[in-house]
């Protein structure tokens, strides 16, 4: 059954969807769904035959005894999936740059400036059922800057899009890097891995004291560093082989940030050590190798072993290394490889949540919680299953019924945009051509 088909008859499973409130001015039931809440530990939190009741933004109530407002609008999800939206861990969709060639220690920049809320790959993103995304500057740096924690939401600028602390401040970490991306024949680059590790430890020290001293004059690339050392910005660290996973655990340990490997194509292999050092894990699963020496070691199985070994575990894209829109594939191999469908699918959802600290907001289906969640056609693990709704804050920001949003879904490398996708251009050339 091709896709558009497919989205066709899940349009008429759940009573060809009518428009939401977009202002959510009356309650929502969804009836008769089988919902997983990802609550709980270590499960998926399936409930059967389930209502799920949302209310400007937020889950009012979601189990099978829920009493629906009266003034709700009825929907029916019969035979469908609903389960929380997808946190991906790692991507760069956005057009997002980051740290440029004069230095390879930039922590002063932020790809919050360099975000195109307009570009196609966020729609893209979304119509695969992707709903907060970790958009990070590139790997080609030891550091390359601080990342973005994108709602993907809708709105007119990257403010909008953002998550905030409770300060009010965006949200985000700090790309770092190692292995071979950041050496280069360049001065103010390594050109070794020892060199590497000493240009980030000299930096880590100087930083400790700015942060102890008066930090004047002001220097905003050391005032991102001391949130590193305070804990209050997470360190992303790409890194793929075991001798840099290790570099990274020791710079770690020596400096007492916190971390999230970011990768760890070869983590595996040392499992053990990442789990004794209470570091979790961000993975990429790729069954084709290629491009770079250093995922040559890539093996499906890395989840399972990590799992096994109690290192928490989220899935992500490194989008467009893997699609956005193939995530549900992400979980797919690792369950292939071993992981437990359960591990899966939490490290989809809620484990990257947790990972983000945003847990309290997204992640699982609660009341309280934002209502951030995706509408599937059957098993979230099966081929022949497509996303036919994702919905952000409340809002159905992706419909598969809708032909420009199904472009999202089916068509190649900058679906929607007319200047990118052909197929776009054929379309419009054929609407003219019959007078429409």
């Known amino acids: 059954m091709n896709m558009i088909k497919h989205a066709a008859m899940a349009a008429t499973a759940i009573g060809a969807l009518a428009a939401p409130a977009m202002a959510q001015d009356q309650p929502i039931a969804f009836e008769g769904a089988t919902i997983l809440t990802m609550t709980g530990e270590g499960g998926t939190g399936r409930i059967e035959n389930a209502t799920m009741v949302i209310h400007e933004g937020e889950i009012v109530a979601v189990g099978s005894d ?30 997002v740059s980051g740290a440029d060639s004069s230095s390879a220690i930039q922590p002063d920049v932020r790809a919050f400036d360099s975000i195109n809320v307009r570009d196609s790959s966020i729609n893209r993103a979304r119509s695969g059922g992707v709903t907060t995304a970790n958009i ?16 993907l939401t809708q709105g007119n600028s990257i403010t909008d899009y953002a998550w905030m602390d409770e300060d009010g401040a965006v949200m985000g970490g700090m790309k770092m890097a190692n292995g071979t991306n950041p050496l280069r024949e360049n001065p103010a680059f390594p050109s070794t891995r020892a ?61 007492g940030f916190d971390m999230l490997i970011q990768h760890g194509i070869e983590s595996g292999q040392v499992a053990r050590e990442i789990a004794a050092e209470g570091v979790p894990v961000s993975a990429i699963l ?96 099966s081929v022949y299953t497509d996303v036919a709704e994702t919905w952000v804050m409340g809002e159905l920001l992706y419909d598969s019924t809708d032909p420009e949003d199904l472009l999202m879904a089916t068509g190649g490398y900058g679906a929607g945009n007319p200047q990118l996708n052909t197929h776009v251009l054929e379309r419009e050339a054929l609407m003219l051509e019959g007078g429409q």
């Open 66 to 95: 829920v009493s629906v407002p009266a003034d709700a609008q009825r929907r029916n999800a019969s035979g469908m999936i609903i389960m929380p939206g997808i946190v991906d861990t790692h991507s760069h969709i956005g057009q």
């Open 136 to 151: 990070m500057p590139g790997s080609g740096y030891l550091m390359s800057g601080q990342t973005f924690y994108m709602h």
């Open 195 to 255: 060199r590497s590790a000493a240009m980030v430890r000299q930096h880590f020290v100087a930083a400790q004291e700015y942060c102890d001293g008066e930090r004047s004059p002001r220097d905003i690339g050391m005032e991102a560093m001391c949130e590193v050392l305070d804990g209050s910005r997470l360190v992303h660290f790409h890194t793929h082989r075991t001798d840099d996973i290790m570099t990274a655990l020791r710079l770690r340990r020596e400096f």
């Open 286 to 381: 790729v069954d084709s190798p290629g491009g770079k020496l250093e995922a040559r070691a890539a093996d499906i199985n890395t989840a399972a072993v990590l799992e096994d070994a109690g290192v928490f575990i989220s899935l992500h894209s490194d989008d467009n290394i893997v699609d956005s829109r193939l995530m549900f594939r992400q979980a797919g191999i690792a369950v292939r490889g071993g992981m437990s469908r359960e591990g899966a699918l939490r490290a989809l959802t809620i484990n990257g949540a947790v990972q983000l600290g945003l847990d309290d907001r997204v992640g699982s289906l609660e009341p309280g919680k934002m209502a951030d969640f995706i509408v599937l056609t059957g098993d979230p693990l």
